[in-house]
């Protein structure tokens, strides 16, 4: 199974870049790697995917080694609003591959 | 409108009762799954499901029962319940690849 690590909480002030690392040693072949962010009492939103290399959106970019054991999800200039709980999840590429294995989340605080 | 809906919102109920919770999606997407929260906000996979077919089955108490008329509805139906069965339950789908939407969650709390 493709366990992933990650900090358990970080903290940060509004106007930073923030990146948090996720470690998936045992990822297979044809996992992804996606990241969501979860706020108090609502189910986790998707944020972004990737497989290799760099994948950027309009709220972040993932960066994924070639060896693909960690991936660091950075968000540029935080703000009070990105306060969550982030999670990586690796796995699923097709219905008949292994485990959706979610990381236990790393708490993210933005101060003012 | 709402992609994918979770009903209750919370359930009280006490040890030994069979509940359901239900989640529909109108995504049209192929895969529904459910997962547990618990209090330490570990989001751990329980089943999913593909064209009704069940594809993944974590390791969860047989007490535990996903039920799945058609594509579009994942019901979770629990037997006896335990106090260890109290947490937030998330209802998600997806297509084949991993982007999931996720319902409201049900805070369930055995008394």
């Known amino acids: 199974l493709a366990k992933t690590t990650q900090p358990i909480s970080m903290d940060s002030y509004e106007g930073q870049e923030v990146n948090i690392t996720c470690s998936h040693n045992?990822?297979?072949?044809?996992?992804?790697i996606t990241w969501y962010q979860q706020f108090p009492s609502q189910g986790p939103r998707f944020i972004i995917q990737?497989?290799?290399t760099k994948v950027t959106n309009e709220v972040a970019s993932l960066f994924i080694p070639a060896d693909r054991k960690s991936s660091t999800l950075s968000l540029p200039r935080v703000s009070l609003s990105d306060t969550a709980v982030y999670y990586c999840?690796?796995?699923?590429?097709?219905?008949?591959?292994?485990?959706?294995?979610f990381g236990q989340g790393t708490t993210l605080q933005v101060k003012p | 409108d709402t992609a994918v809906s979770q009903t209750p919102k919370y359930l009280v109920t006490q040890m030994g009762n069979d509940k359901s919770i239900k989640c529909e999606q109108n995504?049209?997407?192929?895969?529904m799954y459910w997962y547990k929260q618990d209090s330490k906000k570990f989001l751990k996979i329980m089943f999913s499901?593909?064209?009704?077919?069940?594809?993944i089955n974590e390791t969860v108490p047989n007490r535990f029962s996903p039920k799945s008329p058609d594509k579009a509805h994942l019901n979770l139906h629990i037997n006896s319940l335990e106090l260890g069965d109290s947490a937030v339950y998330f209802c998600?789908?997806?297509?084949?690849?991993?982007?999931?939407?996720f319902g409201p969650g049900t805070r369930l709390t055995v008394l």
């Open positions: 998600a789908s997806s297509q084949v690849k991993v982007e999931q939407f």
């Open positions: 045992n990822i297979a072949t044809n996992d992804y």
């Open positions: 990737g497989y290799k």
């Open positions: 999840l690796v796995g699923g590429a097709s219905r008949n591959t292994g485990k959706l294995i």
């Open positions: 995504l049209g997407h192929d895969t």
């Open positions: 499901y593909n064209n009704k077919e069940l594809i």
